[in-house]
C-alpha cells in the first residue's frame, strides 16, 4: 500500500502505511497535544493529552494508525474540553507549584495548561501527596511531587541509553516511577544520560543539580511561543 | 545458624524457583508467586536475585511484584486471610466477622502479628457473593462465616491446625473435586439445556475433528454464540481472525479470571464442567491452527488449580491433550495453567495477555487486537469460559439448535450468577431475554428496590424498569446480578464500587488513575452531606471524560455505578443537596480539615473543637 490521505479539522494530510495520526500530522505541521509522548521514543498512550476523534470514535492520537479517508476532529472545544480535564488531573494528582518550580516556563504541563486556556483553578480536588524526594545521586535529583508518570525517562533510558534506570512499580493512584534499586545513586545514572536530559522529562521532576534557573525570565522555552510552535511553525514552512 | 548464612540458603532457595520455570521472564508471575507462598514475602534482596536469573532489572522485577493483590513487598503472616469485603459481603455480616477476627487474632485488618503467624487483610469480590460472608486463608476458602465460626477456625489455627484442615480433617485423602466441594456449594438453582444439564463426554470435539476448521468456524458463526464475559464480541467472527492470521504459533487462551463483582458463574463451570471447558478449547485450537493454550486462573480461585491441573493431566493420559489429539495425527494441543495474583484489570484481554507474560497486568494498546497480535505478539484467541463451554456443546448439538434459544441478537442460555437480597442466591441458567422481574421471582428477590445488572460496570436499576430484558440489546451482562432490598443505602453502594475501581485502576492513563479517585470523594461528599446541586452536574461531567478518554474498558465503565444511580435513583442524590434549614450549606468540613495541622500544633480550638471541653 503506497501513501493515502486522511483529514485532521478539515485539512487534507497525506500518510504513509503504518503511521499513527500524530506522526502523520507533525509531518505536516499539525499539532495535536501531547505530554507522555516524545519524539524518538515508542508511544505510550498513557496521559490521553493527545485524544482526538477519529471516525467519530476517541482515541489516543499517538497509537491509533492513520487510516484511508479517516476525519479526525482535533481542535474542538469539545475535544479541547477533554484535554483541559486531563491536564487538569494531572496537576492536581502531584504538587506543582509554579511560581516556586525551577521547570516554569520550561514546563510542558504548564505550557499545555496555558495553550488550552487554563487560567484559573479547575473544580477537582488536590490529591496533595506526600512523595520523597531523592537526592541521592551526585548530579541529579529526582522530586517526584512533579511527575506526571508520563514514562518518558523510562522509555529514554530502557531505549535510547540501553540502562533501563527508571521503571513503573505499583498500580492504580500509586503507579509510579522508580529508579532500578534502592535510590538514583545506586543505579548506573549519569547526568549525561538521555533519560536526563532536559528534553525528556515534561515537568522539573528530573533535576539536573548545579544547573537551576539557568535561563532567565523571557529566554525559556514558552515565554514567547505557545507548546507545539515547532511543529506547527512547519506549515509556513 | 548465622544470618548470613540463612540469607545465602534462602537466595539459593528463589534461585532454584527460577531455575523451576526456565528462568524465563514471561513466567515472572509464576516466579514471584512460588516465592510469595515460600517465603510469604518478596524482599529486596530476592527481587534482585529473581532480576539477575531472569535477565531483568530489578525495577522490572518490582514493577510485577508491587502490581499483584496478592505479592507482597514486605512480611505476611504464615497464615493470610483474606476477608472478602464486597459490598455484598458487608450487608451479610462482614462487620461482626471482622470484629471476630481481629478479636480473635489481636491485629487489625491490614497487620500482620508479631509472631509472623497471622496477617489479616481484606481483598475484593472473591466470586463467592452467594455464601458470603468469605474468605480466603492461604489456598484454601471458607463460607458462610459468622463470628461464632471464626472463633472456633482461630482457635483451631492456633493450636496448629492446618488451613486445610478447617475444611476437614482428611483433606489430603480427598480427591480435588471433593475438596472444592466441601469448601464452596455450587447452588446451582436452574440448570439450562446447554451448560448445567447433562453433558456427553467430549461429543462436540469428537464431531470437531471429522470437520475442516472453516466449517467449525462456520458453525459458531451461525450459532450467534457472544462473548460471554461481558463484552459480547461474535466469537465466531474472533475466530475466523485468528485462523487467516498467518503465523508459526497461535494461542487459545481462557479467561478465568471472572472478577466483576457479584460473578461467580465461571467457578461453578471451573468445578462442574472443566472437561467441557478444555474441550471447548481443544476445538478452538482445532478451528484456528493454535498449539499452544493457557487456562489463566484468577489468584481468588486457587482452590480449584489441583481440580483443573488434575483434569488437564487426565485429559493427556486420554490422548485428548498433547499430540496427535484423538488419534488426528497434526493436531498436537497442549494447556498451561497460568495463575493469577489478585487483580481484577486481567479480565481485560489485553492485561490478561500482559499477565500471561509476566508483566504487570496492564492492557495493551489496540490496535493490534489480540487476534492477530496477542500473546508473546502471535495470533491468539481470547474467550470467557462460558463461551468455550457454549462452542464445545454447539458443535455437539448443532448451530441452530443454540441460535433457536434466546432472542433476537442473543443467543442460547446465560448464567447468571445471582446474589444479594434474595432467598435463593446462586446460578441460573437460562435462555436469553427473560425480564429481570422474571429472574427475581425465580430468585425469591421481588422486593428488590434496586438491582446491580452486570456489576458495577454493568446498570444498576430501580422497581420501575424490571421489566427490562437480560439481552445484549438491553441490559447486558457477562452474568452479575445483585439484589439490593429497600433497606440498602444507595449512595453506600456506589461509594463502594467507586473504591472498588480505584483499587482496581492499573494506573497506566490519565482518566482512569486520577478520575476515578475524584469521582471517589465526590461521592463521599454527597454521603457526608457536604455536596451542593452543582456538583451532580460535575459527577455527570467528569464521568463522560473518563468514560471518553479512557484506554480500556475500566475506565470507560467504571463511572457506571454513579451515572446509572443518577438516573434511576436521582432523588437519592438530589435529598442529599436539599438545603438545610438555616440555609447555611456545608460544603466543607472544617473540623477534618484542620485536623492535621491542629495535631502538628498540638492545640486544641474553642471554636472547632467539639469535644473542647472534655
Not at chain 1, 483541559?84 to 495548561?113: K, T, W, Y
Not at chain 2, 497464615?79 to 459490598?87: H, Q
Not at chain 2, 481443544?282 to 487456562?295: D, F, K
Not at chain 2, 489478585?342 to 481485560?348: L, S
Request: with cysteine; hydrophobic share 40%; charged share 25%.
Amino acid at each position: 500500500m503506497s501513501g493515502f490521505s486522511f483529514q485532521i479539522d478539515g485539512v487534507e494530510v497525506t500518510a504513509k502505511p503504518g503511521q499513527t495520526i500524530m506522526e502523520a500530522a507533525d509531518e505536516v505541521g499539525i499539532y495535536i497535544p501531547r505530554l507522555c509522548d516524545h519524539e524518538g521514543l515508542r508511544h505510550q498512550g498513557g496521559c490521553r493529552v493527545c485524544t482526538v476523534k477519529a471516525g467519530g470514535r476517541s482515541v489516543a492520537a499517538c497509537t491509533q494508525p492513520a487510516a484511508p479517508d479517516l476525519v479526525v476532529e482535533n481542535e474542538t472545544p469539545h475535544i479541547n474540553k477533554l484535554r483541559r480535564d486531563l491536564v487538569g488531573m494531572l496537576f492536581n494528582e502531584g504538587n506543582h507549584l509554579c511560581p516556586i518550580c525551577e521547570a516554569s516556563g520550561n514546563c510542558e504541563l504548564q505550557a499545555m495548561a496555558y495553550r488550552l486556556g487554563m487560567t484559573e483553578p479547575t473544580k477537582f480536588p488536590y490529591l496533595e501527596p506526600c512523595r520523597p524526594v531523592d537526592a541521592s545521586h551526585p548530579d541529579i535529583a529526582l522530586d517526584n511531587n512533579r511527575c506526571i508518570s508520563c514514562g518518558r525517562c523510562v522509555r529514554a533510558s530502557q531505549d535510547v541509553d540501553g540502562k533501563g534506570i527508571f521503571g513503573y512499580v505499583g498500580r492504580g493512584i500509586h503507579r509510579h516511577i522508580a529508579a532500578n534499586g534502592p535510590d538514583l545513586r545506586h543505579t548506573d545514572a549519569e547526568v549525561t544520560d538521555f533519560a536526563i536530559s532536559a528534553e525528556v522529562c515534561p515537568v522539573g521532576c528530573i533535576i539536573r543539580k548545579r544547573e537551576g534557573f539557568a535561563r532567565p525570565i523571557g529566554e525559556r522555552d514558552y515565554d514567547d511561543h505557545l507548546i507545539g510552535y515547532d511543529i506547527e511553525k512547519k506549515r509556513d514552512e | 545458624m548465622t544470618q548470613a548464612s540463612t540469607f545465602e540458603t534462602d537466595q539459593d532457595q528463589v534461585a532454584l524457583i527460577c531455575e523451576r520455570h526456565q528462568k524465563d521472564p514471561h513466567r515472572m508471575l509464576d516466579i514471584l508467586r512460588d516465592v510469595q507462598d515460600q517465603f510469604r514475602w518478596i524482599s529486596r534482596e530476592t527481587m534482585a536475585t529473581v532480576a539477575g536469573k531472569t535477565g531483568l532489572t530489578q525495577v522490572a522485577v518490582e514493577g510485577v511484584a508491587s502490581f499483584y493483590a496478592f505479592l507482597s513487598l514486605t512480611p505476611r503472616g504464615r497464615v493470610t486471610i483474606r476477608l472478602c469485603d464486597d459490598i455484598v459481603d458487608r450487608f451479610a455480616g462482614l462487620p461482626a466477622v471482622v470484629e471476630a477476627f481481629e478479636n480473635a487474632l489481636g491485629i487489625a485488618v491490614g497487620q500482620t502479628s508479631a509472631d509472623g503467624a497471622f496477617s489479616l487483610e481484606y481483598t475484593p469480590c472473591i466470586g463467592l457473593c452467594d455464601q458470603a460472608p468469605a474468605a480466603m486463608i492461604n489456598d484454601v476458602v471458607l463460607t458462610g462465616l459468622t463470628p461464632e465460626k471464626v472463633r472456633e477456625m482461630v482457635a483451631a489455627l492456633k493450636g496448629g491446625k492446618r488451613p486445610e484442615d478447617l475444611i476437614s480433617h482428611r483433606f489430603d485423602a480427598l480427591s480435588p473435586y471433593e475438596r472444592a466441594k466441601r469448601m464452596v456449594k455450587n447452588n446451582v438453582r436452574h440448570a439450562g439445556a446447554v451448560l448445567l444439564g447433562p453433558v456427553p463426554e467430549d461429543a462436540g470435539l469428537m464431531k470437531a475433528l471429522a470437520q475442516t476448521p472453516a466449517a467449525i468456524i462456520d458453525q459458531i458463526a451461525a450459532s450467534g454464540l457472544r462473548g460471554c464475559g461481558g463484552a459480547g464480541f461474535t466469537t465466531g467472527m474472533k475466530w475466523r481472525f485468528a485462523e487467516q492470521a498467518e503465523a508459526d504459533r497461535k494461542f487459545i487462551i481462557c479467561n478465568a479470571d471472572e472478577g466483576e463483582p457479584g460473578t461467580f458463574k465461571d467457578r461453578v463451570l471451573l468445578t462442574e464442567r472443566p472437561h467441557l471447558l478444555i474441550e471447548g478449547m481443544t476445538i478452538a485450537a482445532r478451528a484456528v491452527g493454535a498449539r499452544e493454550g493457557i487456562l489463566y486462573l484468577r489468584g481468588e480461585y486457587v482452590y480449584l488449580r489441583p481440580l483443573i491441573e488434575e483434569v488437564l493431566a487426565e485429559r493427556r493420559a486420554k490422548g485428548l491433550l498433547g499430540k496427535a489429539i484423538m488419534g488426528v495425527e497434526g493436531f498436537d494441543f497442549d494447556i498451561r495453567l497460568q495463575m493469577g495474583a489478585g487483580a481484577y484489570i486481567c479480565g481485560e484481554e489485553g492485561a490478561l495477555i500482559s499477565s500471561c507474560e509476566g508483566l504487570p497486568g496492564e492492557p495493551k494498546t489496540r490496535p493490534p487486537f489480540p487476534v492477530t497480535c496477542g500473546y508473546l505478539g502471535f495470533p491468539t484467541v481470547v474467550n470467557n469460559v462460558e463461551t468455550f463451554c457454549h462452542a464445545a456443546r454447539i458443535l455437539d448439538c448443532g448451530a441452530q439448535w443454540f441460535f433457536d434459544m434466546g432472542t433476537e441478537g442473543s443467543h442460547g442460555t446465560k448464567l447468571f450468577s445471582v446474589s444479594g437480597d434474595c432467598i435463593n442466591p446462586g446460578i441460573y441458567e437460562l435462555p436469553y431475554g427473560l425480564s429481570v422481574r422474571a429472574l427475581l421471582e425465580m430468585a425469591g428477590g421481588e422486593d428488590a428496590a434496586a438491582v446491580l445488572v452486570g456489576g458495577p460496570s454493568g446498570t444498576m436499576i430501580a422497581r420501575d424498569t424490571f421489566d427490562r430484558k437480560l439481552t445484549f440489546d438491553d441490559l447486558a451482562t457477562g452474568g452479575a446480578i445483585v439484589v439490593f432490598s429497600p433497606e440498602r443505602n444507595i449512595l453506600e453502594i456506589v461509594e463502594y464500587y467507586m473504591s472498588f475501581f480505584v483499587h482496581e485502576s492499573c494506573g497506566y492513563c490519565t482518566p482512569c488513575r486520577v478520575g476515578n479517585v475524584f469521582l471517589q470523594k465526590a461521592v463521599a461528599k454527597f454521603r457526608q452531606g457536604l455536596a451542593n446541586p452543582a456538583d451532580i452536574a460535575y459527577l455527570k461531567d467528569l464521568s463522560a471524560t473518563i468514560i471518553e478518554t479512557s484506554r480500556c474498558g475500566l475506565g470507560m465503565t467504571s463511572p457506571n455505578p454513579i451515572l446509572s444511580t443518577l438516573e434511576n435513583f436521582p432523588l437519592v442524590y438530589s435529598a442529599m443537596v436539599k438545603p438545610p434549614k438555616d440555609r447555611i450549606r456545608a460544603t466543607f468540613d472544617i473540623q477534618s480539615a484542620i485536623s492535621d495541622a491542629r495535631v502538628l500544633a498540638k492545640r486544641r480550638s474553642s471554636i472547632y473543637d467539639k469535644d473542647f471541653t472534655k
